[in-house]
């Protein structure tokens, strides 16, 4: 199972900050982010994931956000401040989704 040390995060170019995405294998894919356009800690563009203690987090698959369908109580598409720990638990929920 995919975790988040397992992310590959890049800079981005455009916004500042940095980036991952994952596909699992069923279909769903995970974005985090963080950076100063994102609901991270801290609200800076940094070069490292080791940099953050918090990201922006959102889910896909068909047909577009689906957040919602793994965090019943989320008021957005879009997750902000999701530890680790919390990523972590997100993932693995996604990748158990048939």
Known sequence: MKVFKDLVFNSKK??????ATMRFDNGFEISVQ?????????????????DFVS???AVFGPPGFVTKQFVPDAHDD?????DRGQINALMLLIQSKK
């Open 14 to 19: 455009f916004s500042g900050g940095i980036g």
């Open 34 to 50: 963080a950076g100063s356009f994102n609901y991270s800690t801290p609200k800076e563009d940094l070069k490292s994931p080791d």
């Open 55 to 57: 990201f922006e987090i």
């Open 78 to 82: 879009v997750l902000g401040w999701q």
